[in-house]
C-alpha cells in the first residue's frame, strides 16, 4: 500500500455526524464533526459535509490521496447503499446515501450500520486483526452487531443480517421500538439497564442511593456509579443485565463459532461489572464443545474515533484484501 492515502470516514447520527480521514495504520489525520439537522433532507447533510470535508482537507498534505468515503449510519444497507427509515432522520422510508456521495466525489463509496462499522474497524485497526471468524456487540441505546465469518461480514440476502439485537429473550417481555415483544436490546442497552434498576427498586422498594433518582431521571451513569460504589441493586441490575447478555452470546456462539466477542459502546464501558457476569452465563448455558474457548473482550478501538474508524475501515478492508 503507498504511503499518503487516506479514506475518509463518516458516522451519521440522529444528532452529529463526525468524519475524518484515516490512514492505513487506524490514525485520523484530520477530523470534525457538525450537526446532523436530521429533520432536513439527506442532500443537505452531503452538501454540508462536503463544504467541511474541503475545509479539513486543506490542513492535510497537497500528496494526500483519497482511497474512497465509508459511511456508517442507522438502518444503513451496504448491499443497496440506502439507508431505510432510519430513527431521528427525517429521511423517509430510503435514501440512497451512497448515490448522493458519488455525484460530489469521483471516489469509492460504501455504507453499512454503525455495528458492522464497528466489526470492520475492529477487524482493521482493533483487537480482531488476525482474526477471520467473530462477533462485535455495540452496546449504546440499543444493541448492534456485526459478525464476521471467514473474514468477511455477514450481511444474508438483504443486507440486514446480524441484528441479535431483535432476537427474543421473551415473547411477552417489553415492548421494542421495532415493534416485537422481549427483544433483547430492551433488556441489554443503556436504557434496558435502567429499566432493570426500575423494575428492581418497584419489587424491593428498598432505601439507597438509586431510590433518590425519579425514574425518569435515571441513567445507565447512575447505575454504574452506584454499583461501582457497591450499591447491591445497582449490582444486581447489572447481574441481571449480563446474565441475559451471555445466554444470547452462547446462542450466538452456537450459530458461528467465532474466536472471540468483542463488547464496545458506552455500555461496555462497564468492564467487569458486565463481562465478568456475561461470561459466566454464556459459559453455562454454551454448547459443550465450545466451552473455555470464546473470549469476551472490549473493543480494542479508541472510545471516541471508534466509529469514524470504522467507517473508514469499510474502504481499508477493501484495500487490504488479497485479489
Not at 455526524?17 to 485520523?28: L, N, P, R
Not at 488476525?130 to 464476521?148: A, N, Q, R, Y
Not at 451471555?246 to 463481562?275: E, Y
Not at 469476551?296 to 478492508?317: K, Q, R, Y
Amino acid at each position: 500500500m503507498k504511503r499518503n492515502c487516506a479514506a475518509i470516514g463518516i458516522d451519521i447520527g440522529g444528532t452529529t455526524t463526525s468524519f475524518g480521514f484515516v490512514d492505513q495504520h487506524g490514525i485520523i489525520l484530520a477530523e470534525a464533526v457538525i450537526p446532523t439537522h436530521g429533520e432536513q433532507p439527506a442532500v443537505n447533510l452531503v452538501a454540508r459535509l462536503q463544504q467541511e470535508i474541503g475545509i479539513e482537507l486543506c490542513t492535510l498534505p497537497d500528496n494526500l490521496q483519497l482511497l474512497g468515503i465509508g459511511i456508517g449510519a442507522p438502518n444503513a444497507n451496504y448491499l443497496r447503499g440506502t439507508v431505510e427509515n432510519p430513527p431521528n432522520l427525517k429521511w423517509g422510508t430510503s435514501v440512497n446515501l451512497v448515490q448522493l456521495f458519488r455525484d460530489q466525489y469521483n471516489l469509492p463509496v460504501a455504507i453499512t450500520n454503525d455495528a458492522n462499522a464497528a466489526a470492520l474497524g475492529e477487524m482493521c485497526f482493533g483487537g480482531a486483526q488476525g482474526m477471520k471468524d467473530f462477533i462485535v456487540i455495540t452496546l449504546g441505546t440499543g444493541l448492534g452487531s456485526g459478525i464476521v465469518t471467514d473474514g468477511k461480514l455477514l450481511y444474508g440476502s438483504d443486507g440486514f443480517a446480524g441484528e441479535l439485537g431483535h432476537t427474543v429473550v421473551d415473547p411477552d417481555g417489553r415492548l421494542c421500538a421495532c415493534g416485537k415483544k422481549g427483544c433483547l436490546e430492551t433488556y441489554v442497552s443503556a436504557p434496558g439497564l435502567c429499566r432493570t434498576a426500575l423494575e428492581l427498586l418497584e419489587q424491593r422498594k428498598p432505601g439507597g442511593r438509586l431510590a433518590k433518582i425519579a425514574g425518569d431521571k435515571l441513567t445507565s451513569m447512575d447505575v454504574y456509579e452506584a454499583a461501582k460504589d457497591g450499591d447491591p441493586l445497582a449490582q444486581e441490575a447489572f447481574s441481571v443485565t449480563a446474565r441475559i447478555l451471555g445466554i444470547k452470546l452462547a446462542d450466538a456462539v452456537a450459530h458461528t463459532s467465532p474466536q472471540a466477542i468483542f463488547l464496545s459502546g458506552g455500555l461496555a464501558n462497564a468492564g467487569s461489572l458486565l463481562i465478568e457476569p456475561a461470561k459466566q452465563a454464556m459459559e453455562e448455558y454454551l454448547f459443550t464443545p465450545y466451552k473455555g474457548k470464546i473470549p469476551i473482550l472490549p473493543s480494542a478501538l479508541p472510545s471516541g474515533n471508534n466509529a469514524v474508524l470504522g467507517a473508514a475501515a469499510l474502504i481499508w478492508h477493501k484495500q487490504k484484501e488479497p485479489v
